[in-house]
């Protein structure tokens, strides 16, 4: 388990070491196919840790701690403080940091996601990257070692760390190999994000020399100290403060409304394959931040203030984002900002705090992750072949590009949420979820699937089936498909369709684990005026809800 | 006890100084010998002073390994964990100076600049192992006074003999108000020796002249705040960052300050009656002024330094903003507690010694001798022409800026948690202020990074002049900067121990 872990995290390093080393030494074109046995390789290791994954015993002290991993392995990094007594001071238990690695259910899914698009995305900068081949490779892989150093760290210094780390290889891949306005989205993209961090750090630090003080051995353990809070709740006041400061590098990372205006600049402007990892992966860093610190950390203040603050300013980035996308003249900026309006239904997930809504939550990470990194995959095939992004300029490629326009109808179907597909189960959780906790907020948030559809429909109806424009006529005939561009977009279509029709897979894994962070909020939602009897799941977890989801996609199938 | 044998046992306190000097007086009595009067020499006369001086550095750190640590008595010397501490800095970072140093020197001049250089290595740690106040002087000007000669002897331009003429006066300007300051301690306690110091304010001396102490205090801290690069006595640092080689800026960016950083631990506490740190807090006046000048340092050295084009005074600014992060390590002090200010504050010194001496390396591993790197339009296009160069000077910057893999994460980390476990409103205040500081600091190391990799080489590339020692210097950072981030137990455990 350990060495399939360390597989995962530490063979895109090694390969992004390998290339970096041997980068004189081969022939240009080398380079790409290193990265790409790299990446099947980390991929074979990640599908392997998640079968050995489930074949690990269940876990029995839910009681205990809201996230317990169902691995882990922790080495020495440092002891702050010596365990014995120093002379002429008070004993004190020794307190240190360490190099605590682990996996749960939601961060085995996240790791083989942050895998699967490692291939992508070094299959769609196959043709495209032709600059300093093995240094673009080796910040791909560096970047997606980080992510999954993120998705696999149960140390908040380690986390925060990995965190900061993903921030380097992707400000290079944008600085070097981005756009004509690189630069300025380079530079916007880091310092933006790193103010988030810096804040989120401030945040941490006090909260782990809070329990540290409290004489907690390991205070920078999640799993320890989220014992230890579900133990000694803070002061609510305290809670709110940290909560806030915690969140603040999760929001802008995310992008939540109004922390989103980095996204559009950096979205254009990176590589295609930095698009892929930034709006598939990078963004549920912020996501998971939310799900993994501040949800099981602070109860009372995510009751009390992420409620409404999450909530509303969620619903104001569902159909803010969706409006703006429908204004889009450009379908990768189109992209870009569904990509935020459907980053909002993770959070409303999330923030319904109970069973059916973080598992919503969690599995519309996945979802996302699948569907926008393919739609970007897409608008880049057709960027490569029709050297344009706008849609007034596209027209009537279905006659012209069979396979490619289906693919696209099928992936935007995906994202709208059509039953069926991934995205449906995804929004259906979140918003039921948020139902039962606050009807008004899922109500708005589900205007934005309706918008969603209708930016995304108005896209396909100009691209892909209005008549065939004049300069698409006059270019260069082109091809559909070829091999490596099925490749990089199969497992996900795959994967799209197969979360939909069963999702009971993903969510069988992460169902523990989730319960186990909803279990803190369980009580509460059983006072709570609000809870309908119909959605009366909490306790249950979210098999029978998966029943009637699929009931209902097998009605719509009939 | 005969005086002969108190010689003897002072001496014994400090053999890996006495073998620095002895070295020295060797280079000084030699050196003139084998250069002609018209100045001429062999050739080459550069590489073997300069494994002369590794090897007197490397004979001292055998010494510091080997000496013991000693409970402090009336002598003139003393030898505690902080000593060891000092001495294992100041030896390893000589070795990375001495390497700096090595190319940027003339043949005829290299006996009295690497003399020079170990002078003042010798000078930190007598400064450190002193136990009197005048010996603790003596310590401070046998780093200044090599220093200006130092500073003085490549006499290559005008903007030379400025920088140095500017850090003379103003050097003994700094030492005359230090000196008044040690005046002041001095009549408050009547003795010099700092155990005789502690003893006369536990024999309630001090509450008898309050006043006279805060001027004691202020007066130390103006004059020690010179070397340190504090804000307001920051001035002369950049003028004299830009106007020195490589190799004295780099060496301007880390001795004073681990000099000065010597002066304020052993002196703040003895102010207040105290000789070991257990527990120490600033005094509340003392504090506030202290608060203060970490905040205006942070502020000014960042600020300052967004706009500078010279890498030099880019630098300069630099390393005025991160005294100002180490001395908010100072302000909370080494209260009892999860964190402790002191002890960050020596590990982050070490750290920002590797880091920015290793920035300074590969500025002049990249310019040949006499056409040293200056502006940050020559590194334009680095990653084009040096790739090995220019990403080891983007992780020195990214350590700078606090980025992990790398040690500055973890260095202002430890302050941070020193900072905000003080649970003072100065203490939030001051973390705040960190944070934000960091922020800033981010966004002018990046742009360096930004050039390198961002814009395309500039005009006709100069030929690759090989400057082995500095490469190997810079090599030796960047491991240092990525290791110490993975394994920093050791230097912590030492900077603990040398606080108790």
Known sequence: MLILLLASLGLPLITAVLLLLFRGSMAADNARWIALAGALVTACSAFALLSEYQRLPAKNDIAVSPVNPGFEHSFPWIQLKPGTAVEGEPATTGYSFSLQLGVDGISVVMILLTALLGISSILISWESIKERQAEFYASLLALQAGVTGVFCAFDLVLFYAFFEITLIPLFFLILVWGGTERRAAALKFFIYTFCGSVITLLGLVSLVLHAANAGVANPSSIPALAAWLKANPLDPQLQTVLFLAVSAGFLVKVPVFPFHTWLPLTYMQAPIAGTIFASGVLAKLGVYGFLRLCIPFFPEACLTVGIPLMGTLAVIGVIYASLCSLAQRDIQRLVAYSSIAHLGFCIIGLFALNAEGIAGGVLQMVNHGLSTAALFLLVAMIHERYQTRNIDQLGGIASQLPLLSCTLVFISMASIGLPGLNGFTGEFLSLSGMFARHPVYAALGATGVILGAWYLLTMLQHVIFGPARKNSETAAPVSDLNLREVMALAPLAVLCLWIGVYPKSVLDVIEPDVKSISSLYSNAVQNDAVQQTQFNSDDAGVAPLVSHDLRSVSRVGN | ?500
């Open chain 2, 1 to 500: 006890m005969s005086a002969i044998e108190r010689i003897n046992a002072a001496a014994g306190l400090i053999v890996p100084e006495v073998i620095l000097l002895a070295t020295v007086c060797i280079m000084f009595l030699v050196g003139p010998f084998l250069v002609t009067e018209g100045g001429k020499t062999q050739t080459g006369l550069r590489h073997r002073w300069g494994a002369l001086s590794l090897l007197a550095i490397v004979s001292a750190l055998v010494a510091w390994w080997n000496t013991s640590i000693q409970p402090v008595d009336l002598s003139l010397f003393q030898a505690d964990a902080f000593v060891w501490f000092v001495r294992g800095t100041t030896l390893s970072i000589g070795v990375i100076l001495v390497l700096l140093l090595w190319n940027q020197i003339d043949d005829g001049q290299s006996a009295e600049a690497h003399a020079c250089l170990l002078a003042i290595l010798a000078g930190v740690n007598l400064t450190a192992a002193a136990n009197d106040l005048a010996i603790l002087f003596i310590g401070l000007e046998l780093v200044s006074i090599p220093t200006y000669i130092l500073l003085f002897i490549p006499k290559r331009d005008r903007l030379i003999r400025e920088a140095t003429a500017k850090y003379f006066l103003l050097s003994i300007f700094s030492a005359a108000i230090f000196l008044y300051g040690v005046a002041w301690l001095f009549g408050a306690a009547g003795t010099t020796n700092m155990l005789g110091i502690s003893q006369a304010a536990q024999a309630g001396k001090f509450d008898q002249v309050p006043g006279l102490l805060l001027l004691a205090q202020v007066f130390l801290l103006a004059g020690l705040g010179f070397r340190l690069t504090l804000v307001p006595f920051h001035f002369y640092a950049p003028d004299v960052f830009q106007g020195s080689t490589s190799a004295n800026a780099a060496m301007l960016s880390f001795i004073p300050k681990i000099a000065g950083m010597i002066g304020l631990f052993r002196l703040l506490p003895l102010t207040q009656g105290l000789v070991d740190w257990n527990g120490w807090v600033p005094s509340q006046p003392l504090q506030t002024v202290l608060a203060t000048l970490a905040v205006l340092t942070m502020f000014g050295g960042n600020l300052l330094a967004l706009r500078q084009k010279n890498l030099h005074r880019l630098l300069a600014y630099s390393s005025v903003a991160h005294a100002g992060y180490m001395l908010v390590g100072l302000t909370v002090g080494s209260s009892t507690g999860a964190a402790n200010g002191m002890a960050s504050v020596l590990f982050y010194l070490v750290i920002y010694g590797i880091m920015t001496l290793g920035a300074f390396a590969v500025l002049s591993g990249l310019g040949a001798t006499g056409n040293p790197i200056r502006t940050d339009d020559q590194l334009a296009g680095l990653s084009r022409t040096r790739p090995l160069m220019a990403a080891s000077l983007a992780v020195l910057l990214f350590s700078l800026t606090g980025l992990p893999p790398t040690a500055g994460l973890l260095g202002k980390l430890f302050i941070f948690l020193a900072a905000w476990n003080d649970g003072s409103t100065i203490g939030y205040t001051l973390a705040i202020v960190l944070a934000i500081n960091a922020t800033i600091a981010a966004s002018y190391y990046l742009r360096l990074v930004v050039v390198m990799y961002f814009e395309n080489p500039q005009g006709e590339q100069p030929e690759v002049a090989k400057q082995y020692p500095a490469w190997v210097a810079s090599a030796g950072c960047v491991v240092m900067v990525v290791a110490l981030f993975f394994i920093p137990q050791g230097l912590w455990d030492a900077a603990l121990k040398a606080i108790h």
